[in-house]
DNA sequence: GTCTATATTCCGATAGAC
DNA sequence: GTCTATCGGAATATAGAC
């Protein structure tokens, strides 16, 4: 909580997220990371011994995140489009970063992780999962959407819209990403 | 073109294209396919000097794949319904393989591929896209089918479901990729 | 408690043998 | 034309200095 800089090991693991959505598990480097703070690629290990556990960390807090954005969309007088839409606008931000969702990131490269993080991958996955899905069904409830499918189908094909959207869009361009955003929402309140 | 067994070019090239379904480009290793092959690793350098050179193979050789596929299609006498049901099967063959799609590989490990590849890889993605495209509108003019969007944003919508459903179905079980394939059909003759 | 020097393994790639 | 011996460098990780 340092005002003046956060501390190393957070530096490491805001460092890990952003290259974990834009290079992927197995095309980054402690030595990137130690480049970016001016260290020894082997300092990082006092924080982080082995990159499962970096790895391990990263998922972790996207988990809390998830969570903490849950809990604040439950306690909002939002309706249900307009949590949706917050959900939305969390993928249309990484397409200025280069990046694509952690999300895509681990499923592309999911047979190449340490097997101690693979039931955490697949926690978070059903935490977001569970998350659409539900506001899906209240929206239905509320009168406010209109689909055919049952909540957790309908989940998954937005899901992957945004998934696969973001990574489409760092080589066909923006304007494909932002698409597929309205169409997403036009379907639903058709 | 030998009856015993493909000549070693194409061995090596068929196994990178399984590696790159199935770990993604930056793990897999020429170690890897020597293994396979039961050579030094060193030897595959003599068939392709580069990983970027085999990359570059394996993105022309399913460019080549998908322009006889779209001929096929073209000369067939099947409805459009049936010709992107001919496209999902592709995708729902890769389940069993643990492999995602060319697409989604690609996709997600674009910021770290050579140079050199990354516009064939962007005319791979234009040459699909396109080939959805056009059945979509095919369909719709035959009354087969029904949506509002543009055909081309209808197909980012189910190349998106297609590209992360199989990516996610690594994690999340077949099931999930069978209601996609299901949901993105009903949609579109409702 | 934090980081550096160093070990080990594996990577992609070259030069040269056959 | 095809493959082997080998290199230079980068990867993750350990042991020990401060």
Partial sequence: MSEKQPD?????LSIARDLMRQLGYN???Y?????????????????YPAKADLLADV???YISEYRQLEKQLAGSNLDSC???????????????????????SVASDYNTLPESVKAKVAGLISLVTGMVEHTLQEGRE???????????????????????GVQ?????GKADFV????????????
Wanted: proline residues 1%; contains cysteine; hydrophobic residues 50%.
């Fill in 168 to 172: 489409l869009a760092r080589i066909t």
């Fill in 8 to 12: 190393t090991r957070s530096a490491i």
């Fill in 142 to 164: 509320e009168g406010v959407f209109r689909f055919r499918e049952t909540p957790r189908v309908r989940a998954l094909l937005i899901m992957t819209n945004l998934a696969a």
């Fill in 31 to 47: 030595a990137d990371i130690a480049r970016k703070l001016d260290m020894k690629n082997a300092a990082i290990h006092y924080h």
């Fill in 59 to 61: 998922i972790e807090t």
């Fill in 27 to 29: 095309a980054f480097s």
């Fill in 179 to 190: 698409a597929i955003e309205q169409a997403i929402v036009d379907q639903l309140i058709q």
């Fill in 82 to 104: 307009q949590k949706l839409q917050q959900f939305i606008g969390k993928y249309a931000q990484l397409i200025g970063q280069n990046s694509i969702c952690i999300i895509g």
